[in-house]
């Protein structure tokens, strides 16, 4: 079973940073298009960062400069580092590949709340 986790949201001030992880378990594949996805309170769930099958990255506008996506060492890991982050970074952060967003798969972590104070 395919599972997605998410870890090390927090509260922080604004200027602040803190760096998200993301591990996915039960595939033996590599997952080449892995990206962050932030929902705000209100807002629809958004993508903020993520790697192309073509192994380029792409960032919303609003974190471009910010925010760097990232592999790790152990297969389908992933980091998030997010650097002076504002109160508007605020939301829950997931992990998920856009592949599987596409064609429906709702392969979703518990994601992890990131919240920073003004």
């Known amino acids: 079973q395919v599972q997605l986790a998410e870890s090390g949201g927090g509260l922080v001030q604004s200027g602040g940073s803190l760096r998200l992880s993301c591990a996915a378990s039960?595939?033996?594949?590599?997952?080449?298009?892995m990206g962050w996805y932030r929902q705000a309170p209100g807002k629809q769930r958004e993508l903020v960062a993520g790697?192309?099958?073509?192994?380029?990255?792409n960032y919303a506008d609003s974190v471009k400069g910010r925010f760097t996506i990232s592999r790790g060492n152990a297969k389908n890991t992933f980091y998030l580092q997010m650097n002076s982050l504002k109160p508007e970074d605020t939301g829950v952060y997931y992990c998920?590949?856009?592949?599987?967003?596409?064609?429906?798969?709702?392969?979703w972590g518990q994601g992890t709340q990131v919240t920073v104070s003004s």
């Open positions: 790697f192309t099958s073509s192994g380029s990255t």
């Open positions: 039960g595939i033996i594949f590599p997952i080449d298009d």
């Open positions: 998920n590949s856009a592949r599987w967003i596409a064609v429906g798969l709702s392969i």
